[in-house]
T-cell receptor
Framework: RKEVEQDPGPFNVPEGATVAFNCTYS??????FFWYRQDCRKEPKLLMS???SGNEDGRFTAQLNRASQYISLLIRDSKLSDSATYLC?????????FGQGTELSVKP | DADVTQTPRNRITKTGKRIMLECSQT?????MYWYRQDPGLGLRLIYY???????NKGEISDGYSVSRQAQAKFSLSLESAIPNQTALYFC????????????FGSGTRLTVV
């Protein structure tokens, strides 16, 4: 079993749609969690950290469920510019472990 | 200038050649990391260093070596390159508590022929 597993992609959605990505992790000792965004052939960039109480940044909402070892990312009112690969990441002893990513394509 | 700079950006090399990928940072971070990315496999950790005197193997260190020359510099070497080391390589840095995740360099696209 992979340490961090994400929904298989790609997700193809129309502009304005709401889309949710799910992620599970296997190491209960994971200390912190992040969502990164990666555009094609570019470096990953931090989208948001995930706090235990859940957190929101504009159109983006992240949730963490430690009991179920589950993380989610919700994107509301999708924009064309949201098209990218979204990486679920957890911190294990100071090392970030990445999921394989979920590709999102937002169409006009 | 970028916070994390990788050189070269692209490199094509022949099987059996030794190659070094370089990474430098201006963030003042103690921690530095090397990852490789292959299609469908995500980013996998090769080596990491929590300070200048600390070097640790990651998930896929075989065939690679590293050198932490200074707080700001962390280089990755392929002693004898082979085609399955063709990949996109990223260097990253972080502070000690990783509150803000990692800062990545722009990547080095390496092709071994």
């Amino acid at each position: 079993r992979k340490e961090v597993e994400q929904d298989p992609g790609p997700f193809n959605v129309p502009e304005g749609a709401t889309v949710a990505f799910n992620c599970t992790y296997s190491n209960s000792a994971s200390q912190s969690f992040f969502w990164y965004r990666q555009d094609c052939r570019k470096e990953p960039k931090l989208l948001m950290s995930v706090y235990s109480s859940g957190n929101e940044d504009g159109r983006f909402t992240a949730q963490l469920n430690r009991a179920s070892q589950y993380i989610s990312l919700l994107i509301r009112d999708s924009k064309l510019s949201d098209s990218a690969t979204y990486l679920c990441v957890n911190n294990q002893g100071g090392k970030l472990i990445f999921g394989q990513g979920t590709e999102l394509s937002v169409k006009p | 200038d970028a916070d994390v700079t990788q050189t070269p950006r692209n490199r094509i090399t022949k099987t059996g050649k030794r190659i070094m990928l370089e990474c430098s940072q201006t963030k003042g971070h103690d921690r530095m990391y090397w990852y490789r990315q292959d299609p469908g496999l995500g980013l996998r950790l090769i080596y990491y260093s929590f300070d200048v005197k600390d070097i640790n193997k990651g998930e896929i260190s075989d065939g690679y070596s590293v050198s932490r020359q200074a707080q700001a510099k962390f280089s990755l070497s392929l002693e004898s390159a082979i085609p399955n080391q063709t990949a996109l390589y990223f260097c990253a840095t972080s502070d000690s508590d990783i509150i803000n995740g990692y800062t990545f360099g722009s990547g080095t696209r390496l092709t071994v022929v």
